[in-house]
């Protein structure tokens, strides 16, 4: 068998790469910087807009009463993200396209880059006949629960859970399975990539024998997640995972090394020149994290049993993204370490429950997550200094220097999991 080769044979080519970003980055920022004094030139601005985010706020206002009111969280056709406020007669119209004149007021770059406040009137709510809302409407009726819908509206549709069903899986420390990411791009990926075989050899025999299955495979795989990215306005994990796809399939298919580190930088580099709002997008760096800890663990234990790998990987990515879980999130409960468990089930549960969503037996598995939701789960708030999660980043970026860093790495995560069971107990 011929070795796997690395991407960047030198020094010279590696500095190419990121001069070639550089460029992109460049004509990026401009283009954006161009939108910005588009959308600064007047006091008002017509948009159009949907609805990511629906709740009510209460505050004291200067004489000392109680001001209740709702705030929205928008986000327009460009992927520009902002907040409002509404009145609290407001009806629900959370997922719904709104037209409003704003008032941003005089932002900075830096705010329209990542987010702001706006004043705003709203002229118009559309009726929601899309695709997505029939889909939406469909899943609804398979469910008695508005909650249990919700669950599954977030898995399919990516639409955003409301703030007490965040702190359950919060809770449960498994928060990233019901915000669609890379891992669902990959099961999906898996799925298909199985259910495509079949009927493709049948007809590869017959007709096409001269056609390639791992190409044609990757053109079919490839044009169905795109479809279902765009469809779902490009996330900006799943567009994280889809861009390592198909950079990952077009090195493989040229002999180059896919699990390795360079082929996470080139993918996050290239996303971040090609699209820099995601700079600010914690949701992103997240996800780019775990890939890199997946990857290290295959680096570092490629010798083990398949089998073991499976078994320990859940267990490795858990105890490595906990600093950043904890620190960012600065939730804890006696049932988080469990998520190590839920997380296996689900590459069995995310298949299944699409194939009996289509079916129309959409509630098989509406009493377990029934069961989850109704457990007292005792979580406490735990503030620590960032310092830990430095650290452990530190340690982290020090095993891509010697191989022995990578114990030193362990230990000191295993430490902050201890310390954190004894918040617990």
Do not use: C
Not at 103 to 120: L, Q, V
């Amino acid at each position: 068998m011929l070795e796997k080769v690395s991407l960047f044979s030198s020094k010279k080519e590696f500095l190419s790469f990121l001069a070639f970003s550089l460029v992109v980055l460049f004509i990026s920022l401009s283009f954006e910087f161009y939108q910005y004094k588009k959308f600064t030139a007047f006091d008002s601005q017509l948009v159009n807009v949907q609805i990511l985010k629906q709740y009510s706020k209460t505050k004291l206002s200067q004489s000392n009463k109680k001001k209740t009111y709702q705030v929205l969280k928008l986000k327009t056709q460009s992927g520009l993200t902002f907040y409002t406020t509404a009145s609290k007669e407001l009806p629900n119209i959370k997922h719904r396209r709104v037209q409003m004149e704003i008032w941003a007021g005089e932002i900075s770059f830096y705010e329209y880059m990542r987010t702001f406040f706006a004043f705003s009137k709203i002229i118009e709510v559309s009726q929601d006949s899309s695709f997505k809302n029939a889909l939406s409407q469909a899943i609804k009726t398979q469910h008695t629960d508005e909650n249990i819908s919700a669950i599954y509206e977030a898995l399919y549709l990516a639409k955003p859970l409301n703030s007490e069903l965040q702190k359950v899986f919060s809770n449960l420390g498994i928060s990233h399975l019901v915000a669609i990411s890379g891992f669902h791009l990959g099961v999906l990926s898996a799925l298909l990539f199985f259910l495509f075989k079949l009927p493709y050899k049948f007809f590869q025999n017959r007709y096409f024998p001269y056609r390639s299955y791992k190409i044609d495979s990757f053109i079919f795989i490839s044009f169905v997640l795109l479809s279902y990215l765009l469809f779902l306005d490009s996330p900006p994990s799943l567009l994280r995972a889809f861009i390592m796809l198909v950079i990952g399939f077009i090195l493989y298919d040229r002999g180059l090394q896919i699990i390795s580190m360079q082929t996470l930088l080139l993918t996050v580099i290239l996303i971040l020149a090609f699209f820099p709002r995601l700079i600010f997008s914690l949701g992103f760096f997240l996800s780019s994290a775990g890939v890199f800890y997946i990857f290290l663990f295959l680096v570092y234990f490629r010798g083990k049993s398949k089998l073991l790998q499976f078994l320990l990987l859940p267990l490795w990515i858990y105890i490595m993204m906990l600093p950043y879980s904890i620190i960012i999130f600065e939730n804890f409960s006696p049932y988080h370490p469990f998520s190590i468990f839920l997380t296996s089930l689900f590459t069995l549960f995310y298949p299944l429950s699409i194939l009996f969503h289509i079916l129309g037996f959409g509630a098989a598995f509406d009493s377990v997550l029934e069961y989850l939701l109704r457990l007292d789960l005792h979580a406490v708030k735990i503030v620590l200094s960032s310092w830990w999660l430095y650290l452990s980043v530190l340690f982290s970026l020090l095993t891509l220097i010697r191989s022995e860093f990578i114990y030193l790495l362990l230990a000191f995560d295993l430490l902050f999991f201890i310390k954190l069971i004894n918040y617990v107990t």
